[in-house]
């Protein structure tokens, strides 16, 4: 069992940055891939990032690529999303969710992640 707690997000200007943090419960944080998720309004829940177990091997999504970075710390069972130059199309409810997966490549699909967090709310304004 794996419990996950967003934190970070907030309200910025276009062309700002903000850092989401998520904490996760269990001692078995390392053998987990991790996900960043966004859902904006009125839309499916769509990729944003993941990174393997050992902390490498990260994905991005294309439209996010070059501008957001996920790192993770195993030692303190976090891992973070750092977003720069945002737009106001990243504007959603941001979730991290952990998989089951020791793998170089980690899942991009969101339906091989086994545990959720609640989500943060991240609003760029334009």
Same mark, same amino acid.
């Given at each position: 069992?794996?419990? $996950? ?31 960043? /998720? #966004? =859902? ?27 501008? /957001? ?11 973070? $999303? =750092? ?24 899942? #991009? ?8 967090? =609640?989500?943060? =709310? ?5």
């Amino acid at each position: 069992q794996v419990q $996950l707690v967003e934190s970070g997000g907030g309200l910025v200007q276009a062309g700002g940055s903000l850092g989401l943090s998520c904490a996760a419960s269990g001692r078995t944080f390392s053998s987990y891939a991790m996900g960043w /998720f #966004r =859902q904006a309004p009125g839309k499916e829940r769509e990729f944003v990032a993941a990174i393997n177990y050992r902390g490498g091997g990260p994905l991005y999504a294309d439209s996010v690529k070059g501008r /957001f970075t996920i790192s993770r710390d195993n030692a303190k069972n976090i891992v973070y $999303l =750092q977003m720069n130059s945002l737009r106001p199309e990243d504007t959603a409810v941001y979730y991290c969710a952990a998989a089951p997966s020791t793998g170089w490549f980690p899942p #991009r699909v969101l339906n091989e992640y086994r545990y959720w967090g =609640q989500g943060t =709310q991240v609003t760029v304004s334009s």
